[in-house]
């Protein structure tokens, strides 16, 4: 049994090493879980975030890795158990020179640009707190973002806040910083969740993935697999089951 599954560059979710080897925390659960359920070939597409629900919904893959899952997502595919929790946060130039540590803070600046990934929810949360669309900068890919921010294009790249944490890592803290702010979701919940997403009517593949899930999310195989790639409790304990 073969399954196909999508991803994009976004440490530490998924991303493929120098030698193509494609890792990350969602790459890591979505291949533990698929191997557990009997799916002896994990096949992995490197796409752009805007392709993944036209992708899994024309069937040109089996299943996407986790994303967001909000009301207007779930009208086009079939979401898995969520996964992971994890709220938003600033990747800014080393020092923070705009003092940016909220959507809230960056709209007060009408000198200050934010950069977007293109269909990401942090869109959404930057208009709903103000921000304008004449200070907003969309790209089809993060490494476009992040060139963009250290270059003074941008002022600020909008993601998560985990996920910044590492980018400021890998980019080195005397270039870029991440800052954590708290943020609220399209439906007004602080920790807003993320989910393996399917085509619709793909029954068995979903309905296998989250019997799978639910022994696995929280287990002590889990949380080891998942604190490589910094997820911490604070990120997996709000979806964990019982």
């Known amino acids: 049994m073969k399954v ?3 991803y994009i560059e976004e440490p530490p979710f998924g991303w493929a090493d120098v030698d193509h080897t494609v890792t990350g925390a ?14 002896t070939r994990v096949e992995h597409h490197l796409t752009t975030f805007a392709e ?27 979401f898995s158990l969520p996964v992971w929790a994890i709220s938003d946060g600033f990747l800014v130039r080393a020092g923070n020179p705009m003092a940016l540590n909220s959507y809230e803070s960056l709209a007060q600046r009408d ?13 959404h ?3 709903k707190a103000g921000v304008s669309d004449d ?6 890919q993060q490494a476009e973002a992040i060139d963009a921010l250290l270059t003074g294009k941008i002022d600020a790249y909008a993601s998560t806040a985990l996920g910044n ?7 080195g803290h005397e270039l870029a910083a ?10 007004g919940d602080s920790s807003p969740t993320g989910a393996f997403s399917f085509k619709q009517g793909s029954h068995e593949l979903k309905d296998a993935v989250n019997r799978q899930l639910r022994m696995y999310l929280g287990s002590a195989d889990h949380r080891r697999r998942m604190s490589r790639f910094g997820l911490t409790e604070n990120e997996i304990d709000p979806v964990v089951i019982g």
């Open 4 to 6: 196909k599954i999508a």
């Open 26 to 39: 969602d790459i890591e659960l979505a291949e533990t879980v698929l191997r557990a359920i009997g799916v």
């Open 52 to 78: 993944l629900l036209p992708g899994v919904e024309n069937g040109r893959w089996d299943m996407n890795v986790p994303l967001f899952v909000t009301p207007q997502r779930m009208t086009r595919v079939d």
């Open 111 to 123: 000198d200050a640009r934010l950069g977007i990934i293109a269909g990401q929810v942090q869109h």
């Open 125 to 127: 949360a930057a208009q």
């Open 135 to 140: 200070q907003i900068v969309l790209f089809d």
């Open 165 to 171: 944490r590492i980018l400021a890592d890998r980019i």
């Open 178 to 187: 991440a800052v954590s702010h708290p943020t609220v979701n399209v439906e």
